[in-house]
């Protein structure tokens, strides 16, 4: 049976490259009740699933296109980076999105948001991060009226959710804009930094969120130092979903399963998002 309080980082990404068809199928093997993912524009405007607005981390772009990444200046020195949005889909899918992983994995695709949702329908849940909204909306692309068209596409949005797709951001003006457009069709999560903690700090500031979000999903080490906010977001109807429980992270737990059930059973979390889903069991 599906465990529906945990919830797949980018798919079972501690063992599969992330974001790709793989690593979501193996998230589903594992038991995970839903599959966290990252949403970029193509250069032509197609949502694909990435996490970086760069390809090169995850792909063999260099490789395939060696001339086209551009500079770019961070921390006073001059970088080169492949941007998302200066490729078209055709292109972005002629690259190999496993080999960074392992060799196992080489020729997983970029998959696009369609095939997300066609491979995920009544099969599992559906977490959706909008990357980076304020930047795409400089270019002049607005990234959730683009995620929204997709959510119609796929038949979503005419009736109340049934929970099979949920759409969360960092951006406060996206989360507030999504709960606006979606009225409730379609749940939507503001995510919490550490650095942003502030927006938790109180009951009055943690209700005052329900007016357009679903749900919170706070950085951990917040639930951590504050499980009071816990409570303060279930009383104003809001689920709370932390971030990120992986092996490297466990501090003072014997395992990163072990640190997740004491989210779930200590803190009452509603449901906890990792990179380890077969450590639910």
């Known amino acids: 049976m599906p465990h529906t309080d945990v919830i797949a980082h980018r798919g079972a990404s501690a063992h599969a490259p992330e974001n790709t068809l793989p690593s979501f199928d193996l998230a589903v093997h594992q038991d995970a009740g839903c599959v966290e993912h990252d949403l970029h524009v193509t250069k032509d405007g197609l949502l694909v699933c990435m996490h970086d607005r760069t390809l090169e981390r995850t792909t063999n772009v260099r490789e395939i296109f060696p001339r086209r990444g551009q500079e770019a200046r961070e921390g006073g020195a001059l970088v080169r980076h492949w941007f998302v949005h200066d490729f078209t889909l055709a292109e972005i899918q002629q690259l190999d999105a496993g080999s960074w992983f392992r060799p196992e994995f080489a020729g997983a695709r970029v998959p696009t948001f369609d095939d997300l949702l066609v491979w995920a329908r009544n099969r599992v849940a559906v977490l959706t991060e909008l990357k980076d909204p304020d930047v795409y909306e400089r270019r002049g692309v607005d990234l959730l009226m683009s995620c929204d ?6 038949g979503l949005m005419t009736r109340p959710t049934d929970g099979a797709v949920t759409v969360q951001s960092f951006h406060e003006p996206t989360v507030r804009r999504a709960g606006q457009l979606f009225v409730r069709r379609v749940p939507v999560v503001l995510l919490v930094e ?4 502030a927006l938790l700090r109180d009951r ?3 209700t005052a969120l329900a007016a357009f ?5 706070p950085e951990k080490s917040i639930v951590r130092d504050h499980p009071e906010i816990v409570g303060w977001a279930h009383d104003a109807g ?3 979903t932390p971030w990120t429980f992986r092996a490297a992270t466990i501090g003072s737990f014997k395992s990163v399963g072990a640190e997740m059930k004491h989210y779930l059973a200590e803190f009452g979390v509603d449901a906890v998002i990792t990179d380890h889903p077969d450590e639910s069991r």
Do not use: E, N
Request: aromatic share 0%.
């Open 213 to 217: 979000a679903s749900g919170i999903g």
């Open 149 to 154: 068209a997709a959510l119609r596409r796929h």
């Open 194 to 197: 550490s650095t942003d903690a």
């Open 204 to 206: 009055k500031r943690v």
């Open 238 to 240: 809001l689920r709370v």
